[in-house]
C-alpha cells in the first residue's frame, strides 16, 4: 500500500512471483528484510539467522549480481523441499541490482 509519509529512496527494483508486487530497496539490503518491509508474506522461522531453511526462495533474474552463496548457506539449503540451481535463502540473498525472486508455492 502507498504511504505518502514514507520517504522515496533511490536503489535497485526487487520484484516478488507470483504476486509481481515490485519494491525499491536500498542496495545491499536482503530479500527477507524487504519483504518485511513491504508486508510480504515469507516465511522465516529463524528470524533470519541462518539457522532454518524456512525462508527458501528461487532467484529467477538478477542473481550475477547478488552476494555469493556461503558455505553455510549452502548446507543449510540441503535441508529446504524443492531445491534448484536457483535456489537462495532470503536472509542470506542481498540485492545490489534489479532483482526477481520467486516465492515456493505453501
Not at 31 to 40: Q, R, S
Not at 50 to 57: D, F, G, V
Amino acid at each position: 500500500m502507498w504511504n505518502p509519509f514514507k520517504a522515496k529512496i533511490s536503489g535497485p527494483d526487487l520484484t516478488f512471483l507470483p504476486s509481481g508486487k515490485r519494491v525499491t530497496v536500498l542496495s545491499g539490503t536482503t530479500v527477507l528484510e524487504a519483504a518485511l518491509a513491504h508486508d510480504i508474506d515469507l516465511n522465516h522461522s529463524c528470524d533470519g539467522n541462518l539457522a532454518c531453511s524456512s525462508c527458501h526462495i528461487y532467484v529467477e533474474f538478477g542473481d550475477e549480481f547478488s552476494n555469493p552463496l556461503s558455505s553455510e548457506e549452502d548446507d543449510m539449503l540441503e535441508s529446504a523441499d524443492h531445491v534448484q540451481t536457483n535456489s537462495r535463502l532470503a536472509c542470506q540473498l542481498k540485492v545490489y541490482a534489479n532483482m526477481t525472486v520467486k516465492l515456493p508455492e505453501s
